[in-house]
């Protein structure tokens, strides 16, 4: 079976669909396994998760999706994404509300565990090094653990000698699973921070046991258009242009 791995879509509406029918020109995938954040930051909230739900999928809680719904304080948020999470308050309907307020911090689907941030804290921390890493595959008892969060595509490997490695993940990789385990993050949809404003996700086959990344080029221009409509904060509509 094969299973399409996403995150941070981050209410980004353009770049969703777009994922979406790249799935689709792949050859389509068994089910969506989603890693959180479904809004936040974009002009799209309610599309985005109403596009999600019509998919059949998994999802895990990300920290703007509670934030949005009153479940954590914006206090710990960044000023621009304090503004854009009330306005996204806003912009719910209230089956959005229930559906964000049922969604789990971890599932265990297969040989996976899906988090938001990471084993250790699913909500709240940032893969972004190896010595962090390292520490968090004590927190999970599957072979391969998926994160997202940083908005960044990486790949931690942890062998028998309890050596971690982290890498970039790209797309001319075609990462095989094989005895070693594993965290990986498929950078994001609708907000990547890699210095590639393309949106990032990935594709899981089982039979093959190999994901590969995949990055799509969107209308950034038409979510920039509509977040000045709404007033939403300059500095998130210009980082769009530059994957920051």
């Not at 999470?85 to 307020?101: F, I, K, N, R």
């Not at 297969?110 to 084993?119: I, K, N, Q």
């Not at 996700?201 to 590969?212: C, E, F, G, K, N």
């Not at 209308?219 to 300059?234: A, C, E, F, V």
Request: aromatic letters at 8%.
């Amino acid at each position: 079976m094969r299973y399409a791995i996403i995150s941070d879509i981050h209410a980004n509406l353009a770049a969703f669909s777009v994922v979406l029918d790249d799935i689709k020109r792949q050859g389509g995938t068994e089910q969506i396994w989603c890693l959180g954040d479904t809004i936040g930051y974009g002009p799209d909230p309610h599309a985005c998760i109403e596009l999600l739900r019509q998919t059949n999928h998994i999802c895990v809680a990300g920290n703007h999706d509670l934030a949005a719904i009153g479940r954590i304080d914006t206090a710990a948020f960044n000023p621009d994404a304090a503004v854009s999470c009330h306005w996204t308050a806003q912009q719910l309907s209230p089956a959005d509300v229930e559906y964000l307020g049922k969604l789990p911090l971890v599932i265990q689907k297969d040989d996976f565990t899906l988090v938001h941030g990471s084993p250790r804290e699913p909500i709240w921390e940032y893969l972004t090094s190896t010595s962090l890493a390292k520490e968090n595959f004590a927190y999970f008892k599957s072979q391969f653990c998926l994160v997202g969060h940083s908005h960044v595509p990486l790949v931690f490997s942890y062998d028998e000698n309890s050596t971690c490695i982290g890498r970039r993940f790209l797309t001319d990789i075609q990462l095989t699973l094989g005895r070693d385990r594993l965290i990986i993050n498929p950078g994001s949809v609708g907000q990547p921070r890699d210095g590639d404003p393309r949106a990032s996700y990935a594709i899981y086959d089982s039979a093959t046991r190999q994901v590969r990344l995949h990055r799509i080029p969107y209308d950034i221009t038409s979510t920039q258009n509509k977040m000045i409509k709404h007033g939403l904060p300059m500095p998130l509509v210009t980082r769009l242009s530059y994957g920051t």
